[in-house]
C-alpha cells in the first residue's frame, strides 16, 4: 500500500475473488461457480465476426444485446440496462442511488462484493444475519436504506426464495431494491414479472453462470425505465465492447445449449447433494450451481487443504459459517473425482 491512498480504505480493502489456478496442471476449479460446460459453438463465431470491427466503438446502450433482452424478457428496450458484467450494475447502483453517508442493507453473508463497493463511495451498511435456516431476516424490508440488495439464490448458502414469499418481505420498503438473481437459471423461478407492481425494484442477471460466459463479462439489469435511465446516466462510455455484445447474443439465441447447462448443473447438484449427505455432511438445498456444506466434525480448513493437495478447489468463507465449504457442481466427471477425493 502506499502512502497515497485514502486513509477510509484502509491497508486490506479490495474484493478478494476465488482462487484462479494457472490453466493446465490438472487443477479442478470448483470455487468460482463458473459453468460446467464451455458455451455454445454459436459464441466462437460470434466473436470471430464481431473483431473485424473492433476499430470502432460500440454501441453505448449495449445494442442489439439491450433489445433482445427486452424481448426475451417480455420488456421494453429502455426497460433494460447492459453493463460489464453483473459487478458493473451493483457499481452503478451504489453511484446513482446513494450519497455518501446513505445507508445500504443487505442479509450476511451473501455477496462478498457489496461492502467493497459501499465503501468505496462512503456508504454506511446493515449487514442483517440470516436466519437460523439460512433463510433471509424479516428485517431486510423495514430497515431504514436507500438501497439493499437481495441475492436468490443467495450465495455462499444457495438458499432460494420463492418471488411471492419475497415479495412480501419486501413490501413497502423504501429505496431502491435489488434483486441479484445471477444464479436465477438454476432455480424454479424469477422476479422479473412483479417488476411492474414495483417501480423501485431491480432485477440483476448474468451470463456468468448459466451462459458459461463468466470471461466475456457481461450483465444487466430490467426494471422501470425510470431506474434504468438513473443507471445508464452514470454508466462508463462504452460498458460493454463489441465482442461480449456478440457472444452474449450468440448465447441468448442458443436456448438449447444453456437448457443442456442448466439441466447437467441440476442432476449434478441432486446427486452430489445425496452423495454428500450419505457420508454424513450437512447440506441445505441448493437452487444455485453450488452446495454449502459442512463436512463431519466441521473441519471445513482441513478438508479444503486435503482437496487442494490433490489439485481440487473450493471455497472457504472465514467470517461467515467457517465449518462450511461452498463446492461448485462440476460436470460429472469433475464431481467423481471430488467424491472420490472425498472418500464419498
Same mark, same amino acid.
Given at each position: 500500500?502506499?502512502?497515497?491512498?485514502?486513509?477510509?480504505?484502509?491497508?486490506?480493502?479490495?474484493?478478494?475473488?476465488?482462487?484462479?489456478?494457472?490453466?493446465?496442471?490438472?487443477?479442478?476449479?470448483?470455487?468460482?461457480?463458473?459453468?460446467?460446460?464451455?458455451?455454445?459453438?454459436?459464441?466462437?463465431?460470434?466473436?470471430?465476426?464481431?473483431?473485424?470491427?473492433?476499430?470502432?466503438?460500440?454501441?453505448?446502450?449495449?445494442?442489439?444485446?439491450?433489445?433482445?433482452?427486452?424481448?426475451?424478457?417480455?420488456?421494453?428496450?429502455? #426497460?433494460?440496462?447492459?453493463?460489464?458484467?453483473?459487478? /458493473?450494475?451493483?457499481?452503478?447502483?451504489?453511484?446513482?442511488?446513494?450519497?455518501?453517508?446513505?445507508?445500504?442493507?443487505?442479509?450476511?453473508?451473501?455477496?462478498?462484493?457489496?461492502? =467493497?463497493?459501499?465503501?468505496?463511495?462512503?456508504?454506511?451498511?446493515?449487514?442483517?444475519?440470516?436466519?437460523?435456516?439460512?433463510?433471509?431476516?424479516?428485517?431486510?424490508?423495514t430497515v431504514p436504506a436507500r438501497l439493499r440488495f437481495v441475492v436468490? !439464490?443467495?450465495?455462499?448458502?444457495?438458499?432460494?426464495? #420463492? !418471488?411471492?414469499?419475497?415479495?412480501?418481505?419486501?413490501?413497502?420498503?423504501?429505496? *431502491?431494491?435489488?434483486?441479484?438473481?445471477?444464479?436465477?437459471?438454476?432455480?424454479?423461478?424469477?422476479?422479473?414479472?412483479?417488476?411492474?407492481?414495483?417501480?423501485?425494484?431491480?432485477?440483476?442477471?448474468?451470463?456468468?453462470?448459466?451462459?458459461?460466459?463468466?470471461?466475456?463479462? *457481461?450483465?444487466?439489469?430490467?426494471?422501470?425505465?425510470?431506474?434504468?435511465?438513473?443507471?445508464?446516466? *452514470?454508466?462508463?462510455?462504452?460498458?460493454?465492447?463489441?465482442?461480449?455484445?456478440?457472444?452474449?447474443?450468440?448465447?441468448? /439465441?442458443?436456448?438449447?445449449?444453456?437448457?443442456?447447462? =442448466?439441466?447437467?448443473?441440476?442432476? /449434478?447438484?441432486?446427486?452430489?447433494?445425496?452423495?454428500?449427505?450419505?457420508?454424513?455432511?450437512?447440506?441445505?438445498?441448493?437452487?444455485?450451481?453450488?452446495?454449502?456444506?459442512?463436512?463431519?466434525?466441521?473441519?471445513?480448513?482441513?478438508?479444503?487443504?486435503?482437496?487442494?493437495?490433490?489439485?481440487?478447489?473450493?471455497?472457504?468463507?472465514?467470517?461467515?459459517? !467457517?465449518?462450511?465449504?461452498?463446492?461448485? *457442481?462440476?460436470?460429472?466427471?469433475?464431481?467423481?473425482?471430488?467424491?472420490?477425493?472425498?472418500?464419498?
Amino acid at each position: 500500500m502506499s502512502q497515497h491512498r485514502r486513509a477510509s480504505l484502509g491497508p486490506d480493502f479490495g474484493y478478494q475473488p476465488g482462487e484462479q489456478p494457472p490453466p493446465g496442471d490438472g487443477w479442478l476449479k470448483l470455487n468460482t461457480n463458473e459453468a460446467p460446460l464451455p458455451p455454445s459453438p454459436r459464441v466462437t463465431e460470434a466473436i470471430a465476426a464481431a473483431a473485424a470491427g473492433l476499430r470502432s466503438y460500440p454501441d453505448p446502450l449495449g445494442e442489439p444485446l439491450r433489445s433482445a433482452l427486452a424481448r426475451h424478457h417480455g420488456v421494453r428496450p429502455d #426497460q433494460v440496462f447492459v453493463a460489464n458484467g453483473a459487478d /458493473e450494475v451493483i457499481d452503478c447502483c451504489f453511484r446513482a442511488f446513494c450519497d455518501p453517508g446513505d445507508m445500504a442493507a443487505w442479509a450476511s453473508p451473501t455477496y462478498s462484493y457489496f461492502p =467493497v463497493r459501499a465503501a468505496l463511495y462512503g456508504v454506511r451498511w446493515s449487514a442483517l444475519p440470516l436466519e437460523a435456516d439460512l433463510t433471509l431476516p424479516q428485517s431486510l424490508g423495514t430497515v431504514p436504506a436507500r438501497l439493499r440488495f437481495v441475492v436468490n !439464490p443467495n450465495s455462499p448458502t444457495g438458499v432460494w426464495m #420463492q !418471488p411471492d414469499t419475497l415479495e412480501e418481505l419486501l413490501d413497502g420498503a423504501e429505496g *431502491v431494491v435489488s434483486i441479484d438473481e445471477a444464479y436465477c437459471d438454476f432455480a424454479p423461478a424469477s422476479c422479473v414479472p412483479l417488476i411492474e407492481r414495483h417501480p423501485n425494484w431491480l432485477v440483476l442477471r448474468t451470463f456468468s453462470k448459466a451462459h458459461a460466459l463468466a470471461g466475456l463479462r *457481461v450483465g444487466y439489469a430490467i426494471g422501470a425505465s425510470a431506474l434504468i435511465a438513473d443507471l445508464y446516466a *452514470v454508466k462508463h462510455s462504452y460498458p460493454v465492447d463489441h465482442c461480449a455484445i456478440a457472444g452474449a447474443l450468440a448465447a441468448l /439465441e442458443d436456448g438449447r445449449h444453456h437448457q443442456a447447462i =442448466v439441466d447437467l448443473v441440476i442432476r /449434478e447438484r441432486g446427486r452430489l447433494t445425496e452423495r454428500l449427505r450419505q457420508a454424513g455432511w450437512e447440506v441445505p438445498a441448493s437452487h444455485a450451481n453450488f452446495l454449502f456444506a459442512r463436512p463431519p466434525g466441521g473441519n471445513a480448513g482441513a478438508v479444503q487443504a486435503r482437496l487442494r493437495d490433490a489439485r481440487i478447489l473450493v471455497r472457504r468463507f472465514e467470517g461467515d459459517h !467457517p465449518d462450511r465449504l461452498r463446492i461448485s *457442481v462440476g460436470a460429472e466427471a469433475e464431481n467423481d473425482r471430488l467424491l472420490g477425493s472425498l472418500g464419498s
